[in-house]
């Protein structure tokens, strides 16, 4: 064991304060990295204020973590000391079910340990995430940086990445294709991003006029603002896939009017129940499919990092001191971050 420092709250009703707390020694498997960034996630606002009831305090958050290799285990094969690597939203799984070994651990039966506040499957401990100056985890559960990104704006690709990636790669987005994101927060501009890649035409839905030019900067297509009856009117029958990233509850029954017979309508944001109720006559009517997707596999998540180095695809970011925490969630609240705040973790050791 060895002390680290972080930041963590202790209940859901205390902001995020300074901490010491004990990190393992590396296990065999295992590979210690001193963190360097890590992205905050909207999911950490609602882990820390225990929004889904299910917060194990004290809670650190952080799971899109890149760092550096300053350990290995003995049994360790695919990472050694320097190496920039990462950890996104899992630490752990059964590894030997169906769906680990189809390498979707986050699908895991029995559950996947996720990178924090979860308990560890080998000691029972509390899992601590990236708000720290250091991690150690298995090597199954880390990933390569590649050596063309940037370091501090390839962390939000660990969750906010994956978590589009995914399943716009799964449902087979394709050139020619017509995918709508729903939504531009950390995950729909990563959404536009990663289907303009595909070669897919894209268009934003947005409650907001205003963020029209800005949809189209970050590659968009057209824009659609989902107020105006008459616009969505018009794209009735248009779509072959939408990206929901709304992570409130919304109507999806005028969104399911914009896809096509066969069409796609996939939920990565929304975790509660969906209110008002979907209109089942518009899945049954045009064989429609209403689908959900959660981040992705480790092996997906090394996939994806690589994609956005050949496409030269980044997170827009804006840097974080971690003394600033407790603002930023504020302001993630607001809407007031393009589109991922970064901790830079020197301001940690400072």
């Known amino acids: 064991m060895y002390t680290a420092i972080g930041y963590a709250t202790q209940s859901a009703t205390t902001p995020l304060a300074p901490v010491k707390f ?126 063309k990104l940037d370091l501090a704006s390839a962390a939000p690709i660990l969750c906010a990445g994956i978590t589009t990636y995914s399943p716009l790669k799964h449902y087979g987005v394709k050139a020619g294709d017509k995918v709508g994101i729903l939504g531009m927060g950390g995950l729909g501009h990563m959404g536009i991003k990663f289907a303009k890649a595909m070669g897919a035409e894209v268009t934003l839905f947005t409650r907001s006029a205003s963020k029209a030019e800005e949809a189209r900067r970050q590659g968009a297509d057209h824009v659609i603002v989902s107020t105006d009856a008459e616009q969505m009117k018009a794209a009735a029958g248009h779509f072959d896939f939408l990206l929901d990233t709304i992570p409130v509850q919304h109507d999806l029954n005028p969104y399911l009017d914009t896809l096509r017979f066969d069409g796609v309508h996939i939920l990565v944001g929304l975790i509660e129940p969906v209110d008002p109720p979907v209109h089942a006559g518009k899945l049954v009517m045009s064989r429609r499919v209403l689908a959900g997707s959660l981040i992705g596999g480790i092996a997906e998540t090394q996939e994806v990092l690589d994609f956005c180095a050949e496409h030269n695809i980044t997170c827009d970011i804006e840097m974080l001191d971690i003394r600033q925490i407790n603002e930023a969630y504020a302001r993630m609240i607001a809407g007031d971050v393009k589109y991922r705040f970064v901790i830079d973790m020197a301001t940690l050791k400072r």
């Not at 963190?35 to 999911?43: F, N």
């Not at 950490?44 to 290995?72: F, S």
């Not at 920039?84 to 979707?104: F, H, I, P, Y």
Request: hydrophobic fraction near 35%; include cysteine; charge should be negative.
């Open 22 to 147: 004990e990190r393992r020694s590396p296990r065999p498997d295992d590979v210690a990295i001193d963190i360097l960034y890590c992205g905050v996630c909207h999911s950490d606002i609602h882990q820390a204020r225990n929004e889904w009831g299910i917060a194990v305090y004290p809670l650190m958050p952080g799971h899109e973590i890149v760092g550096k290799v300053t350990a290995v285990g003995a049994n360790v094969t695919q990472h050694k000391v320097g190496d920039l690597v990462g950890v996104g939203c899992m630490v752990d799984s059964c590894r030997s079910c169906e769906a680990c070994q189809a390498n979707l651990e986050q699908y895991c039966l029995e559950g996947p340990t996720m990178t924090y506040a979860t308990p560890n499957r080998v000691d029972g401990s509390n899992t601590m995430g990236g708000y720290s100056d250091s991690i150690v985890v298995s090597e199954h559960f880390v990933v390569r940086i590649p050596e």
